[in-house]
Each structure stands twice: as C-alpha cells, then as structure tokens.
C-alpha cells in the first residue's frame, strides 16, 4: 500500500542551525501539507501546497519556513534558523481527494 | 482557540463493548470531518470520514454519527478489540476542493483492555 514516507526520523540541531525536513508523497497525490505537534499540544497546521505554490499557510509558518518541491517527488520543510521552540513531531501529509494521509513523523529537537 | 473539542482526554473500555469518542466542534462553516488515530512514533492514521451533508457513515466496526445542530460528533466501535487502544484525534475542514487544511481537536487516548 502506497505511504508517506518522512526522513529522518529524529533530527537533533542546535539552536540557530538550518534543518530540513524530507517527504515523498504518495505518487498520484496533488496536495501536500505539513503540519506539525509540540509535546502535550494539539496537532497543527503549518502549510498546503498545490500545484508548485503555497495554497495556505499558517500564522506559525512565517519568514524562517519554506517549503519546496524540488523535484516532482519530494516535499521539503525547512526551518532557517531553529529556535527552542521549534521542537516538536513534524508530519507531512498529502491526499488526492478530502482524506489526507500522513508519514510517520520527524521528531525535531532543538537544543 | 479550541475549534474543534474532544473533552475526554481517556477513555477505558472492555474488550467486545462498545467504545464511543465524542467531539464537538465551534465553527458551522466545517464541512468536512475526519477522525485518525495514531500510535506512538507513528503518524496519524486516516480512519473514518463524515460530509455534513450525512449524518452517520459507517465502515465495518466503526461508525461516525453527526449531529449539525448540537455541532457534535462521536466515533463508535463495535466491538472494541485490544488492537484498537490509541489516540483518536477529531479533525474537521472546510470549503470546496480538495485543498483541505484540517483543525485538530487534541485526541482522546482509549484503552481496551482485554
């Protein structure tokens, strides 16, 4: 069964750092998101993305996030300059059609 | 901003009974509602969805039922199995196409105990 593949699982960096994020979407899926969890808090939405542009974004996705989709199959977060706050389970997730599936999750830890 | 609300944090129920997952939501513009649930160190997994056009999907042992006027709907499991014991996370959408960003309500942790 085609799935959502997110890499790599855990990712230490220190504060300050550049991290990015890797995803490969389910193949015949249109719409990418990236959505992310800190520890104890509700699941939040970061970003969609549609036909090679930014559909929607969040207030949480400002100016130190980007989003890319560099060549037809992966589906890139990068954070420029991690702060402290940043930790915390990314997900990606894409879908054809209403129901969006999602990878396992990177675990971010800024330190 | 609590759009989306599951009040229980836990729920703990037999094996072979019922288990029933509530959720309300604040904003009528939703259209669209999803309940995942996740295991530890995994992603959300896609379970069950409702259009509010519907008031009651059904899918195997799971059924979702949709109450529009109360802006509430709850996740039913019959019979609960062992394997079933996770976090189930509400998540309703709004608007046309397919471009749906989802508001999570914060999940509820159901264990079925054998």
């Known amino acids: 069964e085609p799935e959502v593949t997110q890499t790599p699982s855990h990712q230490v960096t220190q504060m300050g750092q550049e991290v990015i994020l890797r995803c490969v979407p389910i193949?015949?899926?249109?719409?990418f998101y990236w959505y992310r969890q800190i520890l104890g808090q509700k699941v939040e939405f970061l970003v969609s993305?549609?036909?090679?542009?930014?559909?929607?974004k969040s207030e949480i996705f400002d100016d130190q996030f980007s989003v890319e989709r560099p060549d037809g199959s992966n589906f890139t977060l990068k954070i420029r300059s991690t702060k402290l706050e940043d930790s915390a389970m990314y997900f990606c997730a894409s879908s054809r059609n209403t129901e969006a599936f999602f990878g396992q999750g990177t675990r971010l830890t800024v330190v | 901003d609590q759009q989306v609300k599951q009040n229980s944090p836990s729920l703990s129920v037999q094996e072979g009974r019922i288990s029933i997952l509530n959720c309300d939501y604040t904003n009528s513009m939703f259209d669209y509602f999803l309940w995942y649930k996740k295991y530890p160190a995994e992603g959300p997994t896609f379970l069950i969805s409702?259009?509010?056009i519907k008031d009651k999907n059904e899918d195997g042992r799971f059924t979702v039922f949709l109450n529009k006027s109360a802006k509430h709907l709850s996740l039913h499991i019959v019979p609960s199995q062992p394997g079933d014991s996770a976090v189930y996370f509400c998540?309703?959408?709004?608007?046309?196409?397919?471009?749906?960003?989802?508001?999570w309500g914060l999940g509820t942790s159901l264990a079925v105990n054998p």
């Open positions: 193949s015949n899926h249109l719409y």
């Open positions: 409702i259009s509010s």
């Open positions: 998540a309703a959408s709004r608007g046309a196409g397919n471009n749906r960003k989802l508001i």
């Open positions: 993305f549609y036909n090679n542009e930014i559909s929607e």
